[in-house]
């Protein structure tokens, strides 16, 4: 049985003897009322979901709503928030793009995370933000420990999502990233919280080796490279990578070198030339040849801490300083 081109199921009846018309008959409407309660039932959870993103998406958007209108509401979606803990959480499709694939991907991703909350008994409002996220705001008991909460909501959606990997359309390759906020006691603070979430998940999609299999992320767990990531739309972050690097890429450029990378090579071995020219496949004297140049066309000292850690931040920084950069 299925519908939409869709099989999910089969319904078998088990006869004494060959089928007769009567049996195919059985079979058959039970087949298609199996069908039709879960098109309901999919129907009512799309709504359900239309209710809770509008509702997410006002949060987000208009920060001089009235905090007890938007409790209220929630509460009539079921979804109490006053004397509650608030946790929120962002799901990042892996994969991005844009259209109705990438709608339809998120979709799921909201509907897995929504069927988690349910199966472990958190209150929550779950609805896409874009073509790229999804939002979840989890109602726990004051007490509880956000921790807990979150490792079995994550889990919990992670097997919804196998569930559902058979789609027409697929699911994205690769795991689905969970950002989470600070806890929050009302919902003012509520979307605070929901942005540093968005904020925290985009870092992690982003960042090249931040993705450690992790269940969620929080702004702790991407160290400095989360905090360049939420500097990414200041003009001074640019202006600082601009100052420590610009001559050397200016250099690179005019001459067709890749000195750059030979210090990022050196930066990332902790300053350790043997590693540095393992990393940068360079023989060691090649190797000091190229650094004692990097350091005339920049001015500073290799040998000075302060200038290598400068240097690294620079380094880090240009995929977040340049939006829509990697």
């Given at each position: 049985?299925?519908?939409?081109?869709?099989?999910?199921?089969?319904?078998?009846?088990?006869?004494?003897?060959?089928?007769?018309?009567?049996?195919?008959?059985?079979?058959?409407?039970?087949?298609?009322?199996?069908?039709?309660?879960?098109?309901?039932?999919?129907?009512?959870?799309?709504?359900?979901?239309?209710?809770?993103?509008?509702?997410?998406?006002?949060?987000?958007?208009?920060?001089?709503?009235?905090?007890?209108?938007?409790?209220?509401?929630?509460?009539?979606?079921?979804?109490?928030?006053?004397?509650?803990?608030?946790?929120?959480?962002?799901?990042?499709?892996?994969?991005?793009?844009?259209?109705?694939?990438?709608?339809?991907?998120?979709?799921?991703?909201?509907?897995?995370?929504?069927?988690?909350?349910?199966?472990?008994?958190?209150?929550?409002?779950?609805?896409?933000?874009?073509?790229?996220?999804?939002?979840?705001?989890?109602?726990?008991?004051?007490?509880?420990?956000?921790?807990?909460?979150?490792?079995?909501?994550?889990?919990?959606?992670?097997?919804?999502?196998?569930?559902?990997?058979?789609?027409?359309?697929?699911?994205?390759?690769?795991?689905?990233v969970i950002g989470v906020g600070t806890p929050a006691g009302s919902m003012r603070d509520a979307r605070r919280s929901l942005l540093e979430a968005r904020q925290v998940a985009?870092?992690?999609?982003?960042?090249?080796?931040?993705?450690?299999?992790?269940?969620?992320?929080?702004?702790?767990?991407?160290?400095?490279?989360g905090l360049l990531s939420l500097l990414g739309g200041d003009a001074r972050l640019a202006t600082f990578v601009d100052r420590e690097l610009g001559p050397l890429r200016d250099y690179d450029a005019?001459?067709?070198?890749?000195?750059?990378?030979?210090?990022?090579?050196?930066?990332?071995?902790?300053?350790?030339?043997?590693?540095?020219?393992?990393?940068?496949?360079?023989?060691?004297?090649?190797?000091?040849?190229?650094?004692?140049?990097?350091?005339?066309?920049?001015?500073?000292?290799?040998?000075?801490?302060?200038?290598?850690?400068?240097?690294?931040?620079?380094?880090?920084?240009?995929?977040?300083?340049?939006?829509?950069?990697?």
């Open positions: 049985m299925g519908a939409r081109g869709e099989d999910w199921g089969r319904v078998i009846l088990a006869c004494d003897g060959p089928a007769a018309p009567v049996d195919t008959a059985l079979v058959e409407r039970a087949a298609t009322t199996l069908a039709l309660g879960r098109l309901l039932a999919r129907q009512q959870e799309s709504l359900e979901r239309q209710a809770h993103r509008t509702l997410i998406s006002i949060l987000l958007a208009q920060p001089d709503a009235d905090p007890d209108e938007i409790a209220a509401q929630c509460r009539a979606l079921g979804v109490p928030v006053t004397g509650r803990q608030l946790i929120t959480a962002v799901i990042r499709s892996p994969d991005g793009g844009a259209g109705l694939l990438a709608q339809a991907r998120v979709l799921d991703l909201a509907e897995a995370f929504a069927d988690a909350c349910r199966t472990e008994r958190v209150p929550a409002l779950v609805g896409s933000l874009d073509d790229v996220r999804a939002g979840a705001v989890l109602s726990a008991d004051a007490g509880t420990d956000p921790e807990q909460v979150l490792a079995g909501v994550c889990a919990a959606a992670r097997l919804a999502l196998a569930r559902r990997a058979r789609r027409p359309y697929g699911m994205p390759s690769g795991e689905p985009d870092a992690a999609a982003d960042t090249p080796g931040a993705q450690d299999g992790r269940p969620f992320y929080r702004l702790a767990d991407l160290r400095l490279r005019a001459h067709g070198t890749d000195l750059t990378s030979v210090l990022a090579a050196y930066l990332a071995a902790g300053g350790n030339k043997a590693e540095a020219a393992t990393r940068a496949h360079l023989a060691r004297p090649t190797l000091y040849e190229r650094l004692r140049h990097i350091e005339r066309i920049l001015g500073v000292s290799l040998d000075s801490a302060e200038s290598r850690t400068s240097l690294h931040v620079a380094l880090l920084a240009p995929d977040s300083a340049h939006p829509g950069a990697g």
